[in-house]
């Protein structure tokens, strides 16, 4: 008698499924159809992948219930911050299962620490002894603390706060750890960014120090920009103070120091000594009114420094070297110098004006997903790919019947990059579905709409989320989609 040819079953993957069944199977938690058969079994579910929006609702609804009751439960074991972060430290509890703001900071900086076990001893101290654990935002500031635990000049475990003001309380901390001699206010902020060498010059400045010799300080500065620099405004950065500092020096003013907040000037310190040249020039045209010290600064900046951009192709550019590299201050006078001013602008308001403007590629790749096969019948394919003219969001606007076309001046600067999702089938050729928004600032994805500014999909979410978590893109909180 003849044997029975044994058949092997091929595994579906999730490619294979509609783009209404991958959505589904990854808002469950899942990542492959072997795994969601397996969940359904578990959880008496049909194990079909054909199934109506009633079955794929109740399945969602199932799977939310359960994700609520675990964190319910994880909650009512750990009820307070001081019981959280041992937890966190030992890796009991990650960033992915705490609700709370600051314990999920707390967690990203154990992360990343250089110095866990300090962290762990300066969180729980602080905890004991002040409420600066109530706001997310000093979480940083208190593990670049605990990063420089060797320059601790006191013992943590006698520091008290005094302040029931938390920005007070914060300060103290720093003083008690840091500081021998005076500290001016604005320096206090520096823990609350990344940059290290801020740190260290607090640190250097904490135990009597001068500016002038911190380490890896940008420029020079005299005695008297020195001293200036320390009564800089408390709502200033450090890199404000020091242009605060030089300005002062050379006789200026608080009116000429606020018109350059905001300019190339501050945080870039490259050709300092032409800069000052600069600085000096403002100082000895006390009647030039503040208001175009901005547009000088600009107009210089590309004139001298600025590789102008020269596109061969569709995103591709070739640079060439800035108009004027020899640019000098000597001899101009402010009315000539704002006569430039304004052709300069004239000229790029006539660029802008003037049709199709071009830009580069920003840093993020484009995107294609499949779903479905042939053998079925229902291949599909999605792209993502990024807008790059001012010809380009016309078509998009059109097509789209919206007004994407207003971005052309913001992604002509830099600011911001237009991107469309794509669907094509070999019946129907390709069709735009999406016009998406992102802030070239974070790489945040800040508007996503459909056909006349309809809402997103689900499933379409399902689409920005895998492209999101490949490109390490943010959603902007306040974004909305269709409810599934």
Known sequence: MAKKRKTTKTKTSIEECTLQMQTHIHRIGLSSVEGYKNWCRRHNFSRGLEK??????????????????????NEKKIRNLKAMIPKIYNGELNSEKVRNNTAREIAHAFQRSKSKKTLLQLLLHIEDNSDLLEEAVYVK??????????????????????????????????????????????????????????????????????????????????????????NAPKQYSIDEAIRWGQVHALS????????????????????????????????????????????????????????????????????MDPPQPNFSMKGRTPDTLLRQVDEWHQELGRETRGGDLQWSRSDISEFCHREGSKEKHNLKYWYIRELLSTKELVTEGKAMKHCVRSYARSCYAGNTSIWTLESEEDENGRNKVLTIEISRTGNVIRQVRGKRNRLPTQKEKYLLELWAAKENLKFAGYLRFEQG
């Open 252 to 319: 200026g003013d608080k009116r000429l120091v606020d018109a350059l907040r905001g300019t190339q000037l501050i945080e870039n310190y490259p050709n300092d000594d032409f800069w000052l040249n600069v600085i000096r020039f403002f100082i000895a045209n006390p009647m030039l009114d503040v208001n175009h010290v901005h547009p000088i600064i600009d107009y210089i900046w590309n004139q001298k420094f600025q590789n102008q951009q020269v596109f061969v192709g569709r995103g591709v550019i070739e640079e």
């Open 141 to 230: 500031g208190i593990e670049a603390i605990a990063n420089k635990s060797d320059n601790w000049i006191r013992p943590l475990q006698t520091w008290r706060a005094k302040s029931h003001n938390r920005s007070r309380q914060f300060s103290e901390l720093l003083r008690h750890l840091f500081v021998s001699y005076d500290m001016p206010e604005f320096m206090h902020r520096v823990w609350l960014t990344e940059n290290e060498a801020h740190h260290n010059w607090y640190i250097h400045i904490g135990v009597g120090q001068n500016i002038r010799t911190a380490p890896d300080i940008p420029v020079q500065l005299t005695k008297k920009m020195a001293h200036h620099f320390l």
């Open 52 to 73: 109506n929006s009633r079955q794929l609702q109740k399945e969602l609804s199932f799977a939310s219930a359960m994700i609520a009751s675990e964190i319910m439960a």
